[in-house]
Nanobody, 125 residues
Framework: QVQLAESGGGSVQAGGSLRLSCAASGFTFSHYCMGWFRQAPGKEREGVASLYTNGGTTSYADSVKGRFTMSKDNIKKILYLQMNSLKPEDTAMYYC??????????????????WGQGTQVTVSS
């Protein structure tokens, strides 16, 4: 049974940092494309970071480039998102995702088959 479980969210002031984790189980973690998405109230889910399979290219949305870093530990089967210099506009529910439906782009939700339940990030000004 595939499971993705996010943790590490919370409330911080602008300029602060958080590190999100996504514990994976039930699939070959190192073989999957992975992504981090976020969804603010009333908005569509948007991709913020993507990793193309094991050791592949990591890409970031322009809105987080230079502030967020995505990494993974294949032994522990954990995906991370280090978020620095947080802004109020980063406030959202953050989700990790796994899958490689290559007909869709790295920030298209249809690319990913498996999703976690999300972890809330709130940044106050």
């Amino acid at each position: 049974q595939v499971q993705l479980a996010e943790s590490g969210g919370g409330s911080v002031q602008a300029g602060g940092s958080l590190r999100l984790s996504c514990a994976a189980s039930g699939f070959t973690f190192s073989h999957y494309c992975m992504g981090w998405f976020r969804q603010a109230p009333g908005k569509e889910r948007e991709g913020v970071a993507s990793l193309y399979t094991n050791g592949g290219t990591t890409s970031y949305a322009d809105s987080v480039k230079g502030r967020f870093t995505m990494s993974k530990d294949n032994i522990k089967k954990i995906l991370y998102l280090q978020m620095n210099s947080l802004k109020p506009e980063d406030t959202a529910m953050y989700y990790c995702a796994a899958g490689c439906n290559f007909e869709y782009g790295v920030y298209d939700v249809r690319r990913y088959t498996y999703w976690g339940q999300g972890t809330q990030v709130t940044v106050s000004s």
